[in-house]
């Protein structure tokens, strides 16, 4: 089983639609959870952070659920513009106390007119 | 925000030869530097953590003696492609966390490297 795992996709949807991604991860003392947003052939940008509480930026909400190991992303009114490749980063412990940034590969979304 | 660059971005280079590609970062002390290759439409792998002044950790499958990692300073960490094939022609991604943090990590632009 893979420490990080995402449905690749893709989601294809129209402009306006909600569309929703989860991302599961196997080790349970993992912390600190993000989003990132790949454009093709560009480098990861950081999209948003990931807690408990649930977290909302504008169309998008990230929200952990540490008992089931997942978090998600909701992204409401859909743009063209959101046509990318959202990836999921989870913190996994390693040794002596470290964290390391372990990636999922990513989920593609296309959104069209 | 916290900036990362990361140089050459492009770099094309014939079978055999030594690439170093350079990470740096601009605003902020790195005690951690990542190293990361992605494939064509697949997910970023972790190569390697480097810390600064000490040996880098690498992951499992990849080579030490081939993808040389030096982190000399709190702000420059350098990648080497020791004897390139072109199954290592790749995007290679650095990112770099900050001293203060555990977690955050700022990615640099990454370098397009392609062996001939």
């Known amino acids: 089983r893979k420490e990080v795992e995402q449905d690749p996709g893709p989601f294809n949807v129209p402009e306006g639609a909600t569309v929703a991604f989860n991302c599961t991860y196997s080790?349970?003392?993992?912390?600190?959870f993000f989003w990132y947003r790949q454009d093709c052939r560009k480098e990861p940008k950081l999209l948003m952070s990931v807690y408990s509480s649930g977290n909302e930026d504008g169309r998008f909400t990230a929200q952990l659920n540490r008992a089931s190991q997942y978090i998600s992303l909701l992204i409401r009114d859909s743009k063209l513009s959101d046509s990318a490749t959202y990836l999921c980063?989870?913190?996994?412990?390693?040794?002596?106390?470290?964290?390391?940034?372990?990636f999922g590969r990513g989920t593609s979304l296309i959104v069209h007119p | 925000g916290a900036v990362v660059s990361q140089h050459p971005s492009r770099v094309i280079c014939k079978s055999g030869t030594s690439v170093k590609i350079e990470c740096r970062s601009l605003d902020f002390q790195a005690t951690t530097m990542f190293w990361y290759r992605q494939f064509p439409k697949q997910s970023l792998m972790l190569m390697a953590t480097?810390?600064?002044?000490?040996?880098?950790?690498?992951e499992q499958g990849v080579e030490k003696d081939k993808f040389l990692i030096n982190h000399a300073s709190l702000t420059l960490s350098t990648l080497t492609v020791t004897s390139a094939h072109p199954e290592d022609s790749s995007f290679y991604i650095c990112s770099a966390r900050d001293a203060a943090s555990l977690y955050e990590q700022y990615f640099g632009p990454g370098t397009r490297l392609t062996v001939t």
């Open positions: 080790n349970s003392a993992s912390q600190s």
């Open positions: 980063v989870v913190n996994i412990p390693a040794s002596g106390g470290s964290y390391i940034p372990t």
């Open positions: 480097s810390n600064e002044g000490s040996k880098a950790t690498y």
